[in-house]
């Protein structure tokens, strides 16, 4: 899910960002960081784009479904009131 290019460049930049005086911590921060990060990330409940346009196309769909059905009992309401009059 997450580009692993991104994540190496993300951890040097971290380690980067730390004074020269800490130059062992900064060594041992690079090269665990980015596992640190990657088992973060992937606790979190997150989708990629492509799978989050899909479910927005699928709740698009089932919106559109639910207003045509929706419309069709109204009409079956309607309908039922109809002859719920003419009977009496």
Known sequence: MFDPKQLDDFAQRLAGALPDGLKTLQ????????????????????????????????????REKLARLEAQVAELERVLALAGTRAD
């Open 27 to 62: 060594e041992d921060l690079g090269r665990n960081l980015r596992g640190s990060l990657e088992a973060g990330l992937s606790r979190l409940d997150l989708v990629n784009r492509e799978e989050f346009d899909v479910q927005t196309a699928v709740l698009g769909r089932t």
